[in-house]
């Protein structure tokens, strides 16, 4: 969702900011837009559209500077125009700041200031705060002594914040206050890029990889003031903060494309590579169990629980749904699979016993947090299963397990839906471990995992019948995908792939329940795709198949090599690699990834920013 990015330094920021924005183009926004302090005024040059339309707007109107912010909105608050596009400036151009989250009470703050004479050319919210800076910075600047710019500049914003409702990460720039950024955040993450002589600001680290290494996590209520040379930070009702200056693990070729003509597709090829990450140091043969560090609590606590609940959102509560399927099989833990946003508004009995977790690829998913939030006030020990390090939930959460599976950017996710599924058999098999799971089983899951970077490199295989199958089914406008027990969750998850980056209506079904409703949309144009690999229902699936071909609905299958029932059945088989069946979503989410990778490509989308959709979600 919309992305910012600041500098202040001695480099040209235009090209900085601009590179920066492409940069956080993966989070999906509509609009962008820059702001320079040049000579002791702010120029703006923003547009709807891509940001290479704002690089072409910036290239025949220069700005040069070396002190800027810049944006990519996601509209929310009023439609995709330039005028709405940030950053926004306040007054009579005191202040311009970009914003990312939503002001809940912007509405009566627009007429307040509506009343006091300010005028509004957007429809955002964040205009509104853009004038209430302002008009504080004006009224401080009469209160402070010598009329000090820097010092007005800051109690404005301190002032501004304490009259906002809602979620934000703010950047400002104030005209008088010539060298300095001022940035705040409540709930929309924000990172500080620390180098010699020059501050970067950024929702994420993408724009800061490869010009630093040190950075600085702002947390909820923090303001920072940036200058050339220092930075300081304070709560607003603690005081003074002491920076915590981390290292960015980050390096420029885990953000490149490489020979890849986009990043979803060299994301599902990195999965080989990123299952083994995610398994890395973390199987102990000997013993046939898993070796989990982060949760931070004792055998005997771990022990105790008699409940998980698993919250996330998007494919990231789909691959909690396999985590069901795994710890209740291997850890006879009851286990509860709850979207985020509806467990954040609910009462459900958590007790001291249950374990929550958090699932999550960003680390910044709006619900995610606030469920998690909601979780850990009732005082219940809350962990992350999560990607990104230093994000909000990694440090908010009470202990967890990172997927190591390095940034992805093409908005739908992939590595890190088989990374997380890893990393939840590795905490079924721990858990599992301590109960109920003996010995010769823990040995031989140790051993099953073992194998699987091998068998996602054999399943990535099945490429160019991929290809030629998308080429067969890609005009077509309905689909249904269809699996059973651990190829339930994953039929979901291929049904949002297709949805979301081919804008085609797929469904997700588990493959019995179709007669309760979806075969009546089974005909010649609603292909059915089958996960349907060897497992001990799979008789069971495969009536299913026969029920839809009766009805003259396309088969697609995904099945293991050399099975005849089902290549007898379905028009289409996809193979896969044999593996035993709590595996099999790893290597059946490879194909399904790839159809719908090659089915946008040949609908003309565009696969790494489908539309309207965002990478990482931070508005409610
Ligand atoms: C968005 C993304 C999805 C992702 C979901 C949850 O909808 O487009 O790919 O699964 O958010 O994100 P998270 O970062 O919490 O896993």
């Known amino acids: 969702m919309c992305g910012i990015v600041g500098y202040i330094g001695f480099r040209s920021v235009s090209d ?21 302090l040049a000579d002791e005024s702010i120029v703006v040059r923003k547009r709807a559209g891509r940001v290479s339309e704002l690089a072409a707007l910036v290239q025949t109107q220069p700005v040069e500077g070396t002190i800027g912010i ?6 929310t608050h009023g439609g995709t125009t330039d005028e709405n596009s940030h950053p926004h400036v306040g007054g009579n151009g005191e202040v311009v700041i970009v914003h990312n989250g939503v002001i809940e009470n912007y509405d009566s703050l627009r007429e307040q200031l509506t009343a006091l004479g300010y005028v509004f050319h957007s429809q955002t919210d964040t205009e509104v705060v853009a004038h209430l800076l302002a008009h504080s910075y004006i009224e401080q600047l009469k209160l402070v002594e010598n009329s000090d ?6 109690k404005a914003v301190e002032a501004t914040l304490t009259r906002l409702k809602g979620t934000y990460g703010i950047c400002a720039l104030f005209r008088d206050a010539t060298d300095t950024i001022i940035a705040a955040r409540s709930g929309s993450p924000l990172v500080i890029g620390v180098g010699r002589d020059e501050y970067f600001v950024a929702s994420d680290a993408s724009p800061l990889v490869g010009y630093t290494q040190e950075v600085v996590y702002l947390a909820d209520s923090e303001i920072a003031v940036l200058r050339r040379d220092n930075m300081s930070i304070t709560h ?9 200056i981390q290292t960015l693990e980050q390096v420029s070729s885990d953000i490149e494309l490489g020979d890849f003509p986009h990043y979803m597709l060299k994301e599902i090829y990195e999965q080989p590579k990123t299952i083994e990450n995610a398994l890395r140091g973390r199987l102990d043969d000997e013993e046939g169990t898993a070796v989990i560090g982060g949760l931070n609590l004792t055998p005997q606590q771990l022990r105790s629980i008699d409940r998980v609940v698993l919250t996330a959102c998007g494919t990231s509560w789909h691959a909690g749904l396999v985590g069901e399927y795994l710890l209740e099989e291997f850890a006879r833990l009851p286990t509860e699979v709850e979207y985020a946003s509806e467990l954040r508004y609910r009462n459900p009995p958590i007790t001291e016993r249950t374990l929550v977790f958090a699932i999550t690829q960003s680390g910044e998913t709006a619900d995610t947090l606030a469920a998690m939030r909601e979780c850990r006030r009732k005082g219940h020990p809350t962990l992350a299963i999560c990607n990104v390090v230093g994000s909000t939930i990694a440090r908010e959460a009470d202990g967890g397990i990172y997927l190591h599976a390095g940034p992805e950017i093409g908005v739908a996710s992939t590595k890190a ?8 058999t590795l905490l079924a098999l721990y858990l ?17 995992l073992r194998q699987m970077p091998e068998k996602i490199e054999e399943a990535l295989k099945c490429h160019d019948s991929v290809k030629e199958i998308a080429e067969k089914y890609a005009g077509f406008d309905n689909y249904l995908y269809l699996g059973r027990l651990y190829n339930f969750p994953v039929a979901l998850e291929g049904a949002l792939k297709l949805k979301e980056i081919s804008y ?14 979806p075969i009546a949309l089974v005909d010649e144009r609603t292909p059915s795709v089958f996960v349907v690999p060897r497992c001990g229902i799979q008789p069971k699936v495969i009536s299913n198949m026969e029920e839809v071909k009766a009805r003259k609905g396309p088969v697609i299958a995904i099945a293991c090599e050399g099975d005849r029932e089902v290549e007898r059945i379905a028009d289409d088989v996809i193979y896969v690699p ?6 099999q979503p790893l290597v059946c989410a490879i194909p399904l990834q790839l159809l719908s990778y090659h089915v946008a490509l040949l609908r003309g989308c565009n696969v790494d920013r489908p539309r309207n959709l965002a990478k990482s979600v931070t508005v409610e």
């Open 578 to 583: 044999e593996v035993a069946e709590y595996l």
């Open 417 to 424: 839906f088989t990374s997380q599924v890893t990393v939840l």
């Open 149 to 154: 710019t820097h010092a007005a500049a800051l």
């Open 432 to 448: 599992g471990r301590m109960r109920h799971l003996s010995y010769p089983a823990g040995k031989r899951i140790c051993r099953e």
């Open 70 to 75: 810049g944006h990519t909105r996601w509209a």
């Open 236 to 244: 607003r009702t603690s005081g003074s903060v002491q920076p915590s």
């Open 504 to 517: 085609i209506h797929a469904e997700g079904y588990p493959a019995a329940e179709m007669k309760h409703g």
């Open 16 to 36: 900085l900011l601009l590179e920066g924005l492409h940069r956080l183009e993966y989070r999906g926004y509509d609009s962008a837009g820059i702001a320079v």
